[in-house]
C-alpha cells in the first residue's frame, strides 16, 4: 500500500521546508535508510532518510521548491500502484517562495495595490516576473544584497546567480528560476529591505514596465509590513578629513586584481571563499575568471602569489584622520537583539573564583601519554561542570513566568566563535560522556561550525553554557547569559605566578573562573556551592574517573 510522504520538522523553530535537490526519481526503486532528498531548513541542508520500501510514485515538491511542514512531500508504493485517489483526498503542498528567490506570479495571484483603499488588481505584462526578498531563516526579518551579479539589460537563464543575499546567518547564492532579462533592480548592492519586499522584476527584453515599476513604488507588490521605499543600508565607506598640512603625499595605485563592487566587496562565490580562508589566500589578489570577473573555484585553486604583489594594505598619508562605516550583518542585528534581551530581563550577578591547576596539568600530561588519546584543558572543564551539575539541579535550571524547570539531564552548551558571529553546539549527557569522548565532539562541532555545517539539533537545547577565552591569553572575563539558561561559565587562561602553600611562596598555576548567573532562579549561596563542588573535580581531576 503507497505511503505518504510528508515535509518533516527537522528542528523546533522550522515551520517549512525547501528540497534543495531530490536524490531519487519518479520510478526509482528506493531502499529503507536510501537518501530521499537534501531538504533545506531555516539553520542548516540535511539529508532526508526513507523510513520506506517500495517505488518512488510521485514528488509533491519539485527542486528549490518550499512548503510547510506536513505538506505532501512524495509517495512510495509499489510499482505501477494507481495513487490517483490518495492524491485527490491529500491536499497539495501550498507552494511557497522557495528558499533562493519569492515569486509573485500574476497568472497565479492577482496582486492588489496597497496604495489606495479599495484600489483596482494590477495585471503584469506578459512573462514579467517579479522576485522578491526571501525568508530564509526563522529569525530572518531583513536581508541586505551583498552583490548583483546581473546588472539591468543583461540576459538571465534558469539557474544563474542573479545576487548574492546577505541574512542574519549566512551569505547565500540568489539563483534564478526564469530565463529572460532583468528589467529593475529594487535593491542595490549595499541595500537592505524587509522580507518580500521587491528584489527584482525579469521579462523579455524590451518589455515596458513603466506601470509595473509605478505599482512596485506604490507598495502594489509588496507584503512586507514596512514601507518598500525604506531607504537602504549605506554601503562601507571611507571617511577622510584632512588636516591643514603644507603638502599631502599622493598614495601610490594599488591595482586589485579581482573585480570589486560598488560597495568594496569582492566579487566571489561562496565555494571559493570558504577555499580561499582555507589556504589562507587573500581575495584581493586572486583574478576572477567568472562572469562580470567573479572569483570562482577554479581561480583559487590556481593562484600563485607573484613575486612583486603589491601590499594590500593602503597607504594612509601622515596626518589624514581616517575611518570605515560597514553595515551590521544580519548575524550581528540577532545577536545583538538576543543579547540584550538576556542582559535586561535577566538580573545578572557574578561570582569569581580562581583555581589551582598544577594537579590538572600533570593529570592531562599523563592522559596524553595514552596511544591516540588528547584531550585538552577545555575538555576537563566541561566533564567537571557536567559533573557538578548533576549535583546541583537548582544551577541546571530555566525560569518560567510561572515556575522553575530544574534539568536533571545535563546538556552543556560550548561557546564558538564564527566568521562576524557566535554559536553554540551542545554536548548532550555531558556528565556521561568520557574525557576523549567529549574532546572528539567539541572538536568536531568546532571545526563544522566554523563552516556552518552544524544540524539545527545540535545547536539547541542547552542547560548551561560555557565560554573559554583562555586560548586567547584572556585571565578574566564576564559573558552574558544564554538563556534559556540560568548561568554561564567563563573560562580564563592558566598562568603561572607566586602562590602561597603551607606558608611559603611558591611558584604555582592557577586558572580564574567567573558564573554569570540568573537571580530569578540561582542564588548567591546555590551559585557558590556549585563552584566549591566544581573546585574539588578540577583541582583533583582524578576524582571524575571514580
Known sequence: MAEVINMPRLSDTMEEGTVAKWLKNVGDKV???????????????????????????????????????????????????????????????????????????AEDEKVESSATEGSSKVDLPEGVEIITMPRLSDTMTEGTVATWLKKVDDDVNEGDILAEIETDKATMEFESFHEGTLLYVGIEEGGSAPVDSVLAVIGKKGTDISGVIEAIKSGAFSKAETKPDAPAVEAPKVTEEPQPLKFEPTPATVET?????????????????????????????????????????????????????????????SGTESSEEIPNSQMRKVIARRLAESKFTAPHYYLNVEFAMDNAIAFRKQFNSLPDTKISFNDIVVKATALALKQHPAVNAQWFDDRIKRNHHVH????????????????????????????????????????????????????????????????????????????????????????????????????KLTMACDHRTVDGATGAEFLQTLRGYIENPVTMLV
Open 412 to 511: 552543556i552548551g560550548v561557546a564558538v566563535a564564527v566568521e562576524d558571529g557566535l554559536v553554540v553546539p551542545v554536548v548532550r549527557f555531558a556528565d556521561e560522556q568520557t574525557l576523549p569522548q567529549i574532546g572528539a565532539q567539541v572538536k568536531d562541532y568546532a571545526g563544522r561550525a566554523r563552516n556552518k555545517k552544524l544540524t539545527p539539533q545540535e545547536m539547541e537545547g542547552s542547560t548551561f553554557t560555557i565560554s573559554n577565552l583562555g586560548m586567547f591569553g584572556i585571565t578574566d572575563f564576564t559573558s552574558i547569559i544564554n538563556q534559556p539558561n540560568s548561568a554561564i561559565l567563563s573560562v580564563g587562561a592558566i598562568v603561572q605566578k607566586p602562590v602561597v602553600r603551607d606558608g611559603q611562596i611558591v611558584v604555582g598555576n592557577t586558572m
Open 257 to 317: 586584481a579581482v573585480t570589486v563592487s560598488s560597495n568594496g566587496r569582492i566579487i566571489a562565490s561562496p565555494l571559493a571563499k570558504k577555499i580561499a580562508k582555507e589556504k589562507g589566500i587573500n581575495l584581493s589578489q586572486v583574478k576572477g575568471t567568472g562572469e562580470g570577473g567573479r572569483v570562482v573555484k577554479r581561480d583559487v585553486e590556481n593562484y600563485t602569489p607573484a613575486a612583486s604583489a603589491v601590499a594590500a594594505t593602503p597607504f594612509v598619508p
Open 31 to 105: 531502499e529503507e535508510g536510501d537518501i530521499l532528498a537534501e531538504i533545506e531548513t531555516d539553520k542548516a541542508t540535511m539529508e532526508f532518510e526513507s523510513f520506506h520500501e517500495g517505488t518512488l510514485l510521485h514528488i509533491g515538491i519539485n527542486e528549490g521548491q518550499s512548503a510547510k511542514v506536513d505538506s505532501l512531500l512524495a509517495v512510495i508504493g509499489e510499482k505501477g500502484e494507481d495513487i490517483k485517489g490518495l492524491l485527490e483526498a491529500t491536499p497539495a503542498a501550498e507552494e511557497k517562495p522557495t528558499a533562493e528567490e519569492t515569486i509573485v506570479k
